[in-house]
């Protein structure tokens, strides 16, 4: 019926508009923004994880690139590992964007001035089960737009081919990891990267704290 209609279609809104100004809307103080369906204030999803205790941040690298009109700017490229699906809660799940997505939406998330525009694609690369953990955050300059032939809309980019290498390196070093986790598990990955002399960036935790995580 159309009650049910419309609930679908604010519900898909809501879900739409909380991914795409996700960082806007989790701002702290006066930078946060707020947005409202049907008097509905919206919480912003977390792609990334990046508050979960499992999530591993990986090395954020800095891509220069000459924009039209020969001035330097710099891409940020910012791998995540998440979690496994088992150490999720339900909260955990939904903000990442639904466990359905979970494994499908691996990949790049493309932001400009922190708005989502593209999301859980490879660009072409070869998608597998192992890669289902490995999510990379990319952020680009207003100052790029026409580098990255960004559509009016604001909705679609293509990725310029004189940094695809750049930033295929960095999807490998996440890819590395996410195989890693797959195959060896958590517990046994935070031990070999502690026999290896390794600093491992679970929110943050130093050493020590990676490892009295693993024993739980």
Known sequence: NIYAELSRLQDSTAEYLSLIF????NREGSAKIVIKVNNYALKGLDPFLENHKKTNVRRRIEIPILDSKGVERYVSVQPYVLP???DLTPEDK???GGIENYRSKQGFYIYRNERLI??????GRHRDELTKYARVKVDIPNTLDDIWNIDIKKQNATIPAIIKSRLTRAVDEAMDLADDLTNMGYDAYAHYLMDQEWT?????ASRAEVEDASRH
């Open 84 to 86: 496994f699906q088992k």
């Open 94 to 96: 939904k903000l990442s």
């Open 118 to 123: 593209i999301w859980g694609t490879w660009f």
């Open 200 to 204: 491992v960036a679970v929110k943050g």
């Open 22 to 25: 996700h960082r806007y809307l």
